[in-house]
């Protein structure tokens, strides 16, 4: 019996949609001079778009 449960991704079409999210938060707190939500704002888009590029090496890698 095998009871391990599929892998399921959390984001399976990539972080697209956070980074469009988390950039809407960035500019919004540019817009409201808003400095501490621009400091953490920025640190959530700086995690997803690294996690983008990581993903995007990853799926070249399938494909060489």
């Given at each position: 019996?095998?009871?391990?449960?599929?892998y399921?991704?959390?984001?399976?079409?990539?972080?697209?949609?956070?980074?469009?999210?988390?950039?809407?938060?960035?500019?919004?707190?540019?817009?409201?001079?808003?400095?501490?939500?621009?400091?953490?704002?920025?640190?959530?888009l700086?995690?997803?778009?690294?996690?983008?590029?990581?993903?995007?090496?990853?799926?070249?890698?399938?494909?060489?």
């Open positions: 019996l095998n009871n391990m449960k599929k399921k991704t959390r984001y399976p079409n990539g972080y697209t949609e956070k980074i469009g999210y988390y950039t809407y938060k960035v500019n919004k707190a540019i817009e409201e001079l808003n400095p501490s939500d621009l400091v953490f704002y920025t640190a959530k700086e995690y997803f778009m690294n996690r983008q590029l990581e993903l995007n090496e990853r799926l070249a890698e399938l494909v060489d």
